[in-house]
């Protein structure tokens, strides 16, 4: 957009803090004013040098679950906590498909130190909802994000390789066995060639417990993938 028209969107559609909604001077992304842009609970180091658990002091090494090599990933990593504003924007892209909450996430979330943590892959794969949950909600949050996040690389995402089965019910509330429980089987390869000795990226919103990445990260390792690692938005603590 050249000067002359981004100075006339600035006059008719002055750009507002999406966390307190005071005016700001430009359409500049993150769109948050500079005391909310403070405020922004980044995932910092130290935290886990497998799954990304974030600690409260001392050096990133390797938490309880990750030596006990609970998780099928090689490396998770997440941008943001899970706190506010980060859980309005989520919920404003999820439930009402917000976009600038979308582009204010991407630009966080590029800029956050687990995103240079990860590795090239050779493919991104969106975790995906199931058809039933996607023909309700008419948009793959993941998959919105995914391509958000990597406009430039879009070649690599394939957001209909990895495949829900099963409709499971919300992960609320259920402990980490009935989670494991609830999602066992629940996703499957749709062409398992494409995934052998490929290095692959999973993206989603927010990272819980790790049950639904690591049981698509299982799912994609049977079929002989290289690694999986996984980027999120944001992670539930
Ligand atoms: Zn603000
Ligand atoms: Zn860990």
Not at 134 to 155: E, S, V, Y
Not at 173 to 185: I, V
Request: glycine share 4%; with cysteine; net charge positive.
């Amino acid at each position: 957009m050249n000067f002359f028209f981004a100075s006339c969107k600035d006059l008719i559609f002055p750009a507002h803090c999406l966390e307190c909604e005071r005016q700001l001077p430009t359409w500049k992304l993150p769109l948050f004013c500079v005391d909310c842009l403070a405020r922004v609970p980044f995932v910092r180091s130290p935290y886990c040098t497998c799954c990304g658990l974030p600690f409260q002091s001392g050096h990133d090494h390797l938490c309880g679950q990750c030596i006990a090599r609970s998780y099928s990933f090689k490396l998770a990593r997440a941008a943001l906590h899970y706190n506010d504003p980060v859980v309005s924007l989520i919920s404003n892209l999820k439930f009402k498909g917000k976009l600038t909450s979308l582009s204010t996430l991407v630009t966080l979330a590029i800029s956050s130190s687990g995103f240079r943590d990860l590795s090239e892959p050779d493919i991104i794969i969106p975790v995906p909802l199931h058809a039933q949950r996607l023909r309700n909600r008419g948009f793959n949050q993941a998959a919105t994000i995914a391509h958000a996040i990597f406009k430039k690389k879009k070649r690599k995402i394939a957001p209909t390789l990895l495949v829900r089965d099963r409709a499971t019910i919300a992960q609320t509330g259920l402990n980490g066995k009935e989670r494991r429980k609830n999602l066992f089987g629940a996703f499957s390869v749709k062409q398992p060639k494409m995934v052998k000795g490929k290095r692959i990226l999973l993206v989603d919103d927010v990272f819980t417990t790790g049950s639904t990445v690591n049981e698509c990260a299982k799912t994609l390792m049977k079929c002989d993938a290289e690694q999986v690692e996984i980027f999120t938005l944001s992670r539930a603590t």
